[in-house]
C-alpha cells in the first residue's frame, strides 16, 4: 500500500505535489478553528455575564428588604415591576407565569448568524432566579435571562474574520508558491526540451538560461556540453568526409590502374588469340584451347568492366545522376527478372552536384544489391525525390528482413559513414511485413548561369 502511494505521489505534477499540502492545511486550520471556539466560546459567555448575575441576587435581595419594612408590600412590588425596562435582562417572573426562559429561545429571531453555527457554540447555562417573599410566601423572582444575540454576532464576525485571515494567507501562500513554481518549473522544462535536443544531436539551438541559482548553472553546463558536442562533431564530419574523400580517391586510382594497366594487358591476349584462330586452322585439342582462352579473356574484360562500374560509374559525369540510376535499374531488372520492380526516380536528380550524386548512386545500388542478394523479395521499390532542399531516398521490399541484431551490413556501414560525412542520415527497419531503407541528405541544385 505504501509503495502505491509513493508511485501514485510521484506521478502527480510539481504544483499538485505543492498544493495538496496547502490545501490540506486550509481543511486542519478550519477544524482547529472549529474546535478552539467550542473550547474557549462557552467558558468567554459565562464570564461575560456573570456581573450582571451578581446585580440580580443584589437587587433581589435590596426589593425583599423593602418589602419586609413596607406598609404595603404588593403595591411596592408593583411599582418595582413598572420600574423595570422590558428590555432590560433582569425581569420579574410571577409564580403563576411558569418557569423562565431559556437563553436560546431569543435568539429564534438573529438572521445575521447561521444555525449551524448556533449549533456549534455550547451555551452555557446562565438562568439566575432570585425568589420575591411577601409575608413569608415566595410571590415570584427576579429572573437574569440574557440576550446573547450580540454576543453571538460578536464572535461569528470574530471567526469569519479569522477564516478570511486564515483564506486571505492561504491564498498569499498559494500565489507565491505558483509563481515560484513557474519560476522554477519554466526553466527546467527549457533544460529537458534542451536535453531532448542534445539527445537528437541538434546543438544549434542553446537553452534559456533562468530560473534560481542551480537550474541556471545547469543550463549553462548543458549549453558548455551542447557546444563541445557540436565541435566534436563537426570535427567527426570532418573527419568522415576526408574519409571519404580518401576513399574516393583510391577507388579512382585504382580504377584508372585497371583500365590503363590490365585493360590493354587483356585486350592484347584477346586480339592474340583471335590472330591464332585467324591464322591457322584448328588443330585437334589446341582450337578448342584457344575459343577457352578466348571466352576466358571476354568474361575478364566484363568483370573489369564491372569492377571499373562499381570502383568510379563515369557514365554519371556523361549521362546525369537520373538517367545513370535509370540504367542501374534496367541492369537490376535483366540481374533479378523475377522481383517486380517499381521506381520513382526524380528528375531533378541531374541538378544534383558530383560528390553527393555518387553517394547517391552508391546508396541505391547498395539497396539494391542487399535486395537481390539477401531479401528472397518478389516485389522492390525504389524512391528519389528532391523537396524543400532534401534529397529522400527510400529502398523497400517484402523480403524476409534482416536477421536481429544485425542492423547494418559491411556494405551499409560504409554508405552510412558516407551519409554522415554529407551531414545526412540513413536507417534501416521493418514495418508492416517490409524492409525500408531510407536516407536523407542536404542537397544545394546547381543553377542554370543562364537563367
Not at 38 to 61: C, H, K, M, Y
Not at 75 to 82: G, M, Y
Not at 261 to 266: D, I, R, S
Amino acid at each position: 500500500m505504501r509503495v502505491r502511494i509513493d508511485l501514485m505521489w510521484h506521478r502527480l505534477s510539481f504544483r499538485t505535489q505543492l498544493f495538496l499540502p496547502l490545501g490540506a492545511s486550509f481543511l486542519v486550520a478550519l477544524i482547529l478553528a472549529g474546535i478552539l471556539l467550542q473550547i474557549f466560546a462557552t467558558g468567554q459567555l459565562a464570564d461575560e455575564n456573570e456581573p450582571a448575575r451578581r446585580s440580580t441576587r443584589t437587587i433581589a435581595a435590596a426589593l425583599n428588604n423593602a418589602l419586609r419594612v413596607s406598609d404595603n408590600p404588593q403595591r411596592t412590588l408593583e411599582a418595582f415591576v413598572q420600574s423595570l425596562d422590558s428590555s432590560s435582562d433582569i425581569q420579574f417572573r410571577a409564580v403563576e407565569a411558569g418557569p423562565a426562559p431559556s437563553p436560546k429561545d431569543g435568539l429564534r429571531n438573529l438572521q445575521a448568524v447561521p444555525k449551524w453555527f448556533i449549533n456549534l457554540l455550547t451555551i452555557p447555562d446562565m438562568d439566575a432566579a432570585s425568589p420575591v417573599v411577601i409575608d413569608g410566601r415566595p410571590v415570584g423572582n427576579i429572573v437574569f435571562v440574557p440576550d446573547l444575540s450580540a454576543d453571538l454576532f460578536e464572535k461569528w464576525i470574530g471567526f469569519v474574520a479569522l477564516i478570511g485571515l486564515v483564506v486571505a494567507l492561504m491564498l498569499l501562500t498559494g500565489i507565491i508558491a505558483y509563481v515560484f513554481a513557474g519560476t522554477a518549473l519554466r526553466p527546467l522544462q527549457y533544460l529537458g526540451e534542451g536535453l531532448t535536443r542534445i539527445r537528437r544531436g541538434d546543438y544549434a539551438k542553446p537553452i534559456p538560461v533562468g530560473g534560481p541559482t542551480e537550474i541556471r548553472q545547469s543550463c549553462e553546463e548543458a549549453n558548455a556540453l551542447a557546444a563541445t558536442l557540436a565541435q566534436l562533431s563537426e570535427d567527426n564530419r570532418e573527419l568522415l568526409h576526408r574519409l571519404v574523400s580518401l576513399q574516393d580517391d583510391e577507388r579512382r586510382d585504382l580504377a584508372r590502374e585497371l583500365h590503363d594497366e590490365l585493360g590493354p594487358l587483356l585486350f592484347s591476349i584477346r586480339a592474340g588469340a583471335i590472330s591464332l584462330i585467324e591464322a591457322s586452322p584448328p588443330i585437334g585439342n589446341l582450337g578448342n584451347s584457344v575459343e577457352d582462352v578466348l571466352q576466358s579473356v571476354e568474361a575478364l574484360q566484363q568483370t573489369n568492366r564491372r569492377i571499373l562500374d562499381r570502383l568510379r560509374p563515369l557514365y554519371i559525369e556523361r549521362l546525369g545522376l537520373e538517367a545513370s540510376v535509370q540504367t542501374l535499374l534496367r541492369n537490376f531488372r535483366k540481374q533479378a527478372p523475377h522481383i517486380d520492380l517499381t521506381a520513382t526516380i526524380d528528375p531533378g536528380l541531374n541538378a544534383i552536384d558530383a560528390p553527393l550524386a555518387q553517394t547517391v548512386y552508391r546508396v541505391i545500388q547498395e539497396g539494391l544489391t542487399n535486395v537481390l542478394r539477401h531479401a528472397k523479395a518478389s516485389h522492390a521499390d525504389v524512391r528519389a525525390i528532391v523537396a524543400d532542399a532534401t534529397l529522400a531516398i527510400e529502398i523497400s521490399d517484402d523480403g524476409g528482413g534482416f536477421p536481429e541484431g544485425n542492423v547494418f551490413g559491411r556494405g551499409l556501414t560504409g554508405m552510412h559513414e558516407r551519409v554522415r560525412a554529407l551531414s545526412g542520415s540513413l536507417s534501416l527497419l521493418r514495418a508492416d511485413g517490409r524492409t525500408y531503407v531510407r536516407c536523407r541528405l542536404p542537397v544545394e541544385i546547381r543553377r542554370n548561369p543562364s537563367a
